[in-house]
């Protein structure tokens, strides 16, 4: 890995971070606030969050096995894979490598920061190979874009390749596990001590069933993490969701009760798939969801709009021609969406 100044941003480098009122200020002790220009009434909603969610962290990195100074948490993971490009990715010169066919928000953010993204298709089983993607590389790319399990493929990537893009590779790698904990393959939070270029994120807006609280969550070294946190809102994670965030993550156990449901029908779903007329191939997954793909795939998709049923209709995207994804509901909607299929 170069070091780590040479991948920052010089701006960024230098940043002297805005200091808030309740940064100056952390201790327990004291209890009369006058430092915030708060309104003393309408309690708990008067007050300004904690801006480094020190509760939520203590937690989760019980639950994860991750030190809290390798811990931020952001608005969704939208924020955690926009602010590596305002880190590291100066606008007009430098460009980021990605894998395609991936989940889109890595390329808007990179268009968003006018940063070149350069996609390296995966092979005809949705694999990456290590040394092509490193062949996109030149010494202006600062950040490597994987997923695994990978959206909308849903298959997890070899991690020995994985692994050989982080050692080969001497800028960020970033590794979105955003499906991990419906994953045979095990997370990546474990290499973070020795390989120092290595971000991995991941939400509570899947397994955790918090998609509508915004939050997620980068592990990566406490180097990185601290610009992260010098260069994100002062309080960016509210305290509505640190408080829904602190119950949910209370209750680890019912998250394995809802994983366990979900594969079990997910594999009735996808035999099911592979019984129906209309579709040709159901691919491997390690997520929620899995991709199938079917005779006429936009067709099929207008089908179940019609009858009140939404799938994600995939079939334009590179090497998902006439797919449809398919996100793993609940048995009633998982039979439903069937009952409607096999009436094709
Ligand atoms: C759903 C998803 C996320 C989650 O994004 P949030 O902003 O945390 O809701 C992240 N990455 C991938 C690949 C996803 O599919």
Redo the contacts with the bound molecule.
């Keep these: 890995m170069k070091p780590l100044e040479q991948l920052v941003r010089k701006n960024i480098w230098s940043l002297a971070p805005y200091s808030s009122a309740r940064d100056e200020y952390s201790g327990k002790e004291a209890h009369v606030f006058l430092d915030a220009n708060e309104n003393p009434y309408n309690a708990p909603y008067n007050r300004y969050p904690d801006p480094l969610q020190r509760e939520v962290k203590a937690v989760l990195s019980k639950v994860k096995g991750v030190p809290e100074n390798m811990i931020f948490l952001g608005?969704?993971?939208?924020?955690?894979?926009d602010l590596p490009y305002r880190i590291f990715c100066q606008p007009g010169r430098d460009n980021v490598v990605s894998i395609a066919p991936?989940?889109g928000?890595y390329k808007v953010c990179a268009d968003i920061n006018d940063i070149e993204c350069r996609e390296v298709l995966l092979d005809d089983n949705y694999q990456l190979h290590a040394d092509e993607l490193l062949k996109a590389c030149d010494e202006n790319t600062k950040i490597v874009w994987l997923?695994s399990p990978?959206?909308p493929t849903g298959n997890s990537l070899d991690r020995d390749e994985i692994l050989k893009v982080i050692e080969g590779f001497e800028g960020i790698v970033i590794v979105?596990e955003?499906?991990i904990d419906f994953a045979q393959q095990q997370s990546l939070r474990q290499e973070l001590p020795t390989h120092p270029n290595l971000i991995i994120?991941q939400?509570?807006?899947?397994a955790w069933g918090s998609?509508a609280i915004?939050?997620?969550m980068a592990f990566a070294s406490p180097d990185i993490i601290s610009i992260y946190n010098k260069v994100k809102y002062p309080y960016n994670v509210n305290l509505l969701t640190q408080q829904q965030a602190l119950e949910a993550l209370s209750d680890p156990f019912e998250v394995d009760k809802w994983v366990k449901t979900l594969l079990q029908e997910r594999s009735r779903l996808m035999q099911a798939f592979n019984d129906l007329p209309i579709c040709e191939q159901v691919f491997k997954t390690d997520a929620n969801f899995f991709l199938a793909r079917m005779t006429d795939a936009q067709k099929i998709y207008d089908y179940l709009v019609d009858k009140g049923i939404i799938v994600r209709n995939r079939s334009r995207i590179q090497l998902c021609q006439n797919c449809l994804r398919v996100t793993v509901g609940t048995r009633t909607e998982n039979n439903e969406l069937l009952s409607a299929l096999r009436q094709w």
């Design positions: 608005n969704g993971s939208d924020e955690a894979i991936t989940y928000m997923c990978n959206n979105d955003a499906y994120l939400t509570m807006s899947k998609a915004r939050m997620g």
